[in-house]
């Protein structure tokens, strides 16, 4: 099973910016789909961005034109850079990955199979 372990977090005011790393371990990195997944309390778990192997994306609307996801195979690693953040994005963020092969990513939690452990994100105002 892949062990993903996140990198990133922290405390930004509005309108900073903060990348989020995700290594991964194994050797079939390349072949998964990857997630950036967040969660606040009292809210579901949301899917904020996702990537393919063979590089689609996908976004959620309330991140699109901030956040950019990217994978760099070489190093077994998911990034999310995240612009011009907002106090709504303060959430926990999970890096996952699925061994589905679909032509867009993955859109909900239950088709990702393995988890990072989180990590906070808390945007001040």
């Known amino acids: 099973q892949v062990q993903l372990v996140e990198s990133g977090g922290g405390l930004v005011q509005a309108g900073g910016s903060l990348r989020l790393s995700c290594a991964a371990s194994?050797?079939?990195?390349?072949?998964?789909?990857m997630g950036w997944f967040r969660q606040a309390p009292g809210k579901q778990r949301e899917l904020v961005a996702g990537i393919t192997s063979g590089g689609s994306r996908n976004y959620s609307d309330s991140v699109k034109g901030r956040f950019t996801i990217s994978r760099d195979n070489a190093k077994s690693t998911v990034y999310l850079q995240m612009n011009s953040l907002k106090p709504e994005d303060t959430a926990i963020y999970y890096c996952?990955?699925?061994?589905?092969?679909?032509?867009?990513?993955?859109?909900?939690?239950?088709?990702?199979?393995?988890w990072g452990q989180g990590t906070q994100v808390t945007v001040s105002s």
């Open positions: 996952a990955a699925s061994t589905f092969s679909t032509l867009r990513p993955p859109k909900l939690w239950y088709d990702y199979a393995s």
């Open positions: 194994g050797r079939s990195f390349s072949t998964y789909a």
